[in-house]
């Protein structure tokens, strides 16, 4: 069955500090590989994907994540957190259709 | 700006009422939408591709005649949801894929109805 893990429901990062937010799949195939983010009582913004190509990808809000095909992962980073930064973080992979992973909720503190 | 729109944002209705959301494509004609579920601290749950001039497409486990879709015209599509329970209390995000484009790229997603049945 394919499914995507997201191990951590919550990470809590100083303003300043380096994020990582984890994310490993199991689908069969090459797919593809994206990350959102959700406010509350919001729909879902696109962050960045990863088609193919070089293996560290950036997008949105100095947002990166590195695929590591290997491990089958696709761990969500940023080098220097803003509080602004909090919010539910979604990784989702596949075709045509998405398999969402469980979110993990990243707490910037001041 | 946003591309998606859903309507109404939140929804709060006695037991045994149905329920009608709408998705609209505002600067696009989208032939397919996807229609998602969303429970407190949990993922998204794709429940069916809803798709212009034909029946949606169901998720496995997603009743059908529970949660009607119409997709009627290119840029609306709607998610009725019939004789509402408690248990169908939810958040409800649809999304669209802007035509033409391959399917690698991102889905724009509405901003979700919260239904609560009493």
């Known amino acids: 069955a394919q499914s995507v893990a997201q191990p951590e429901d919550q990470v809590n990062v100083a303003e300043g500090n380096p994020l990582t937010v984890k994310c490993t799949y199991s689908?069969?195939?090459?797919?593809?590989l994206f990350w959102y983010v959700q406010y509350p009582n919001r729909g879902l913004q696109f962050l960045l994907k990863y088609i193919t190509g070089d293996n560290l990808v950036k997008g949105s809000y100095g947002f990166e994540a590195e695929f590591n095909k290997s491990q089958t992962s696709f761990h969500l980073k940023k080098p220097s957190a803003l509080v602004s930064d909090s919010a539910l973080y979604f990784c989702a992979v596949g075709f045509q259709k998405l398999v969402f992973g469980t979110g993990t909720r990243l707490l910037v503190s001041p | 700006g946003a591309v998606v729109s859903q309507h109404p944002s939140w929804v709060i209705c006695k037991s045994g009422t149905s329920v009608k959301i709408e998705c609209r494509s505002l600067?696009?004609?989208?032939?397919?939408m996807f229609w998602y579920r969303q429970f407190p601290k949990q993922s998204l749950m794709l429940m069916a591709t809803s798709n212009e001039g034909s029946k949606a497409t169901y998720e496995q486990g997603v009743e059908k005649d529970k949660f009607l879709i119409n997709h009627a015209s290119l840029t609306l599509s709607t998610l009725t949801v019939t004789s509402a329970h408690p248990e169908d209390s939810s958040f409800y995000i649809c999304?669209?894929?802007?035509?033409?484009?391959?399917?690698?790229?991102?889905?724009?997603f509405g901003d979700g109805t919260r239904l609560s049945i009493l």
């Open positions: 600067d696009f004609q989208a032939t397919t």
């Open positions: 999304s669209a894929r802007r035509p033409g484009l391959p399917i690698n790229q991102p889905q724009h």
């Open positions: 689908v069969s195939g090459n797919p593809y």
